[in-house]
């Protein structure tokens, strides 16, 4: 489990996490959703430990991350996975020197150990054919699949998603979806997802927790959402007509 | 940010970058590819400059040597000690500091605005010390081996210079080049350039690694790092020039 405790960000005097608390648990999507400049992703770099905190606790199944030396940080960053909004895959190096460069670094495997278990892993995001194209030569869907399998080929226990499908169009965003959901069930992960997207929220978010100005302004699951009165929340998801027209048909549905 | 900060915040790096690699196999991978981007591919450039330059200096020579009372062997003599103590290691390295200071700091530059720096921290891995250490060890292996050939091509260049154009002698040439030579003068360039070497990989690597923004701050700071590296090899030939020959 994460559990993070009173998290408090700031930057050059101004306050963008304001006593942020909240658990994520083991096997389930967990979203964080909110408008542009809510801190959603200070709050997910400030879990990675990409920004330290000026406040508050980290906590990854009980090792505290903000009271572990650098050394310490960076051995708990092996068990982390991260989906970067752009892929963030290296230029120079091929899909599959990409996915097989976490396995070089920090294992002794042979090297058709590796690409065993890069082609294992490629399979799994229903990626076939691309071993040897460079990021540049592949469309943004599959450079997000090279993504979500470069993150999950060292058997993570925690994977962080930021805006996983931005930038996608719906069909492959459901599939990245879907397949972050899988993946999360079957490996038994704690997955935290940074999104924008309500389509996404509204499929796999098992449990959401939306910012506001730096606070949590509410919490509970895709299911819950139809039925809060939370004003902030309200304004945020409906502020499409669409989802006003789902939330009358899921509740005339649950009647 | 002020100067202080800087140069606080470069030593700071320098601290992170000089840690022992994660994995050996890696880093000499790394290395090898170093050489080839950062040595081999400027061989080309510098055999071309030191050359015509050596050429240059020759015919220049010539031409203001006009007085019967001045031997013409001082063409090659003086031909030979330019290139040694000055063209091959300053020279060179500033146009080093152009072409490799800008393709450094603009490659870490957009690993840093494309997530791939975060990405690599996010993995457990010391950033710094993965791309920034090999570039340093690649430099100062690389570069002094090029500024030898350099001082031999910026020689050749002349006493080629001098046989085309007639202005002197190739005997006299290589008199001269002969004269009175001081192997002192070879190791006097020779730690000037892994000096210059190690700014060259440093500071454009600070400039690219704390780059903050997209491709425009990532141009900005190319421009910067080719600035400061020249602005550094020039002060620091000053202050060697008179610790090493003073």
């Known amino acids: 489990m994460i559990e993070v405790k009173d998290l408090y960000k700031e930057f050059n005097g101004t306050p963008v996490l304001k006593g942020v608390s909240t658990t994520f648990e083991k096997g389930k999507t967990n979203m964080i959703i909110g408008q542009s400049g809510s801190g959603k992703t200070v709050f997910l770099k400030c879990l990675l430990g990409l920004h330290i905190p000026e406040k508050g606790i980290i906590s990854f199944d009980g090792r505290k991350h903000t009271e572990l030396d650098i050394k310490e940080r960076r051995q708990l960053r092996q068990e982390i ?30 090297y058709s150990e590796m690409l065993e278990r890069v082609n294992f892993v490629l399979d799994r995001v229903n990626l076939e054919n691309a071993n040897k194209k460079f990021p540049s030569e592949i469309s943004g869907g599959m450079q997000k699949r090279v993504s979500i399998a470069r993150a999950i080929v060292m058997n993570p226990k925690y994977l962080f998603c930021d805006e996983p499908n931005s930038g996608l169009d719906p069909n492959t965003a459901t599939v ?34 939306f910012l506001k100005n730096g606070v949590k302004a509410w919490e509970g699951s895709n299911k819950e959402i139809f039925k809060t009165e939370n004003e902030s929340i309200v304004d945020f998801v409906y502020s499409s007509n669409l989802f006003k027209k789902v939330k009358e048909a899921y509740l005339n549905e649950t009647k | 940010m002020n100067y202080l900060e800087h140069i606080g915040k470069y030593f700071i790096m320098l601290k992170q970058v000089f840690k022992k690699p994660q994995k050996w196999s890696v880093f ?3 290395l090898f590819r170093e050489i080839e981007d950062l040595g081999l591919k400027s061989l080309g450039i510098i055999m071309f400059i030191s050359f015509f330059v050596g050429g240059v200096v020759a015919i220049q020579t010539a031409l203001n040597v006009d007085s019967p009372f ?26 080093l500091a152009g072409k490799v200071g800008s393709y450094i700091s603009s490659s870490i530059g957009t690993m840093r605005v494309t997530e791939q720096i975060d990405a690599l921290e996010v993995m457990g891995i010391n950033s710094l010390n ?68 190690f700014v060259i990989a440093t500071i454009p690597a600070y400039h690219g690694y704390y780059v903050k923004g997209g491709s425009l701050e990532v141009g900005r700071a190319s421009t910067q790092a080719v600035v400061w590296t020249s602005v550094v090899i020039i002060l620091l030939n000053y202050f060697l020039t008179q610790m090493l020959l003073g």
């Open chain 1, 81 to 110: 996975g991260m989906v970067f909004q752009g892929g963030a895959l290296y230029d120079s190096l091929t899909v599959e020197e990409n996915i097989m460069f976490p396995l070089k670094m920090f294992t002794d495997n042979s």
């Open chain 1, 176 to 209: 990245i979806d879907n397949l972050i959901q899988e993946i999360t069930k079957e490996y038994q992960m704690i997955t935290v997802i940074n999104s924008h997207d309500m389509n996404s929220v509204m499929e796999i978010g098992e449990k959401i927790i």
């Open chain 2, 28 to 30: 000499k991978e790394m």
């Open chain 2, 70 to 95: 001045i031997p013409k062997y001082l063409i090659g003599f003086a031909t030979k000690r330019s290139m040694i103590l000055e063209f091959a290691p300053t020279f060179m390295c500033v146009i």
């Open chain 2, 130 to 197: 993965y791309l920034v250490l090999p570039k340093i060890i690649a430099t100062l292996f690389f570069y002094p081996l090029l500024i030898l050939l350099a001082m031999f091509l910026g020689i050749y260049g002349g006493y080629v210079a001098g046989t085309l154009t007639d202005l002197f002698f190739s005997e006299d040439y290589v008199y001269g080049i002969q004269l009175d030579f001081n192997p002192y003068f070879i190791k006097y360039a020779l730690i000037k350039t892994l000096v210059f070497a």
